[in-house]
């Protein structure tokens, strides 16, 4: 085991659940009643800020005359709908990694930019809502990713330092978060954000095999 690490932290959407695609037509399907066509060269530019952040940046660029939160909010509505009925798929051994984690020994947290509910949703239904000793959503913090509170929030929780801590993520945004918190990361991405910056990583990986392997030597 890897004894400089005590706590592990994930992000969900993208890292531990394939839920990208949900989140990317759940912008796309409200901006269509402004008749607007969101591509996915477009979304690629959002993918993993906060969507506070992205609600306004739509709404200015497509001059929309709707209050600010407008576009976010029927995402949500979407969202929950979809995760209540749709398939949830994990990532490559997004399952195994979390188990492997509990099972040696590692503190364990979550750290997730979206809304508590949709969350803990998507944890109940994937049956890994016990995995974790604290998770920590973008509801819980002033600053969403890219600022790093919600590690911060995490690492003290666990009663670690941000040293003992490794941190895994999809995009650049969430790397960011970790990073300016003070913790390791390691970076897994995916089709949306594979042509983000991911030069601050301490490592890239192909899937979360990479965190088991790195973890047993």
């Given at each position: 085991m890897n004894n400089e690490i005590k706590g592990i932290i994930f992000d969900l959407d993208g890292t531990l659940l394939d839920t990208e695609g949900y989140q990317w037509d759940g912008w796309v399907i409200p901006l269509r009643e402004f008749g607007i066509e969101l591509t996915l060269d477009d979304y690629l530019k959002y993918a993993g800020r906060s969507g506070g952040d992205i609600d306004k940046e739509l709404i200015e660029r497509f001059a929309l005359d709707v209050a600010p939160g407008t576009i976010l909010a029927m995402k949500k509505v979407l969202l929950e709908e979809w995760f209540r009925e749709k398939e949830l798929s994990f990532t490559p051994f997004a399952e195994e990694s979390v188990r492997f984690c509990r099972d040696n020994g590692y503190a364990v947290a979550l750290c997730s930019g979206g809304y508590k509910e949709e969350v803990m949703l998507k944890l109940e239904r994937k049956g890994l809502a016990d995995y974790f000793d604290i998770i920590i959503c973008g509801s819980d913090v002033k600053r969403n990713k890219p600022f790093p509170d919600m590690y911060e929030k995490a690492v003290g929780g666990l009663g670690l330092v941000p040293d003992q801590c490794l941190a895994l993520e999809d995009t650049q945004y969430g790397l960011q978060a970790a990073k300016d918190a003070g913790l390791r990361?390691?970076?897994?991405?995916?089709?949306?954000?594979?042509?983000?910056?991911?030069?601050?990583?301490?490592?890239?990986?192909?899937?979360?095999?990479?965190?088991i392997d790195y973890l047993n030597d």
């Open positions: 990361c390691f970076a897994i991405p995916h089709r949306f954000s594979r042509g983000q910056d991911f030069s601050r990583a301490d490592k890239v990986l192909d899937t979360l095999e990479g965190l």
